[in-house]
């Protein structure tokens, strides 16, 4: 029994389409059975909303009278510099630039409120932000400085280019020293007071999908609200790691890069966020639909919390010295019960992705599925599986010999 | 007996008297301090859980007011923007008293302002700047 993305398609425009979500989809087939299912499951939505460092938009303002370029000089959005190494008047504004005269860490721990994600998210929210430029000048671009007003509507294309986003599992973080630290896994208490975590499951994306057998290059998404395709595999993508017997990885494995339109997305879920300590990132909703192609596709997503196991990473030496190795091995539905056990120590644990927002959004996305305004995708090719070679390499530094 | 979770507003001339120890020894009240930021001669902040009868706690709050301390639930200082709340769970591991605790069911953060301590602890840890405590 076998399905295609076209014959889903069509259900999917008849509004005969059966979606279930990745939490859905455990008890339905718990009752009904995994051939009775796979027949009648066409798709299952699955949902993610963490913070994702690796993202940012692209924009094209528009040129202005006289000419300005951009590209070469230097611009910032609310004072949050973009980068303009582009044509005129194309910039790139990541979600973890700063401010230049944030004090970072100078006052330890620094606060990080205020960057680039945050104008994205008042962006989306149809906000004005302040664009400040200057440039050299040339004879065809002539202008030299720009201060204006600017908001989305303004602006040709607005494009959220997301390069690493919603991994496929992530490590669990605590600090065996004995001071406070500051990290992106949010603020560990020392002597492992706490550990947090950052990952939605069972109804994470890659995590349904395990081995890339239907997310691929052009697979459409929800994406910030809005509608969005994944352009490829994200930076650091991992595939070859340990897994599970049923292929589940073990530790951060795979990644997806992701692009949308940003007019069409809402702040709800873009959000700016602040990581004391440590800088500002984006928290982006991501919700993946899988069409549940046969049997084989179905089986995984059943995947439950119990069944996907991670490691534990002490982030005060280990993570920074770049040290292999793990404190242990914890499932998710005992880091959701609220405390784990690492060497025979309980350790009170804090999500730093939201389940009740990953739920939200795969609902959203059954919902526009069975409204028949979203139709699946047929990936012009997978993302680099398991044997694809495909290897996460750290940098080789060969020192510069000076003349 | 009752229990109260105050904060307490000292104006510059009373940061210098014996007030607490008045509270326990004239009106038999049991007072907890949770925090405390006096500044000799210009003002004082304090946080108290003051336990006793009814009658001996008001009393003992009326006497507070009357030296010219403000005195206000400790509740109004603490703010849980649920707007701004993603439910994430982040500042549940760190909150002492457990005033910010998870529906394990649903995951749902909810803040029980009443077991709050306002301790400060979950200000820095909430990534979408949704606690705030007003001094």
Redesign the interface.
Known sequence: MSKTIEEINEKIRQGKALVLTAEEIIDYVAEKGVKKATQEVDVVTTGTFGPMCSSGAYFNIGHTKPRIKLGGGKAYLNDVPVYVGLAAVDFFLGAAALPEDDPRNKIYPGKFSYGGAYVIEELVAGKDVRLTATAYGTDCYPRKTLETYISLKDMNEAVLFNIRNAYQNYNVAVNLSDRVIYTYMGVLQPRMGNATYCSAGQLSPLLNDPYYKTIGIGTRIFLGGGIGYIVGNGTQHNPDVKRTDEGVPKMPAGTLAVKGDLKMMSPRWLRGTSFTGYGVTLTVGIGVPIPILNEEILRYTLVKDEEIWTQVVDYSEAYPQFIPGSLGEVNYHQLKSGKIIIQGKEVPTSGLSSYVRAKEIAQILKGWIEAGKFFLTKPVELLPSVDSGVVFKPLKERPIRKK | MQKKRVVLNYPPHIVEQPVISKLVKDFDLTVNILRAHVTPREEGRLVLEITGKRQTLEAGINYLRELGIEVQPLAQDVRWYEDRC?????????CPPKALD?N?K???VFFKREKCIACGLCI??C???AMEILF
């Open positions: 993603t439910h994430c769970t982040a500042c549940i591991s760190i998870v394990r649903t995951m749902e820095p840890v990534p979408y700047h």
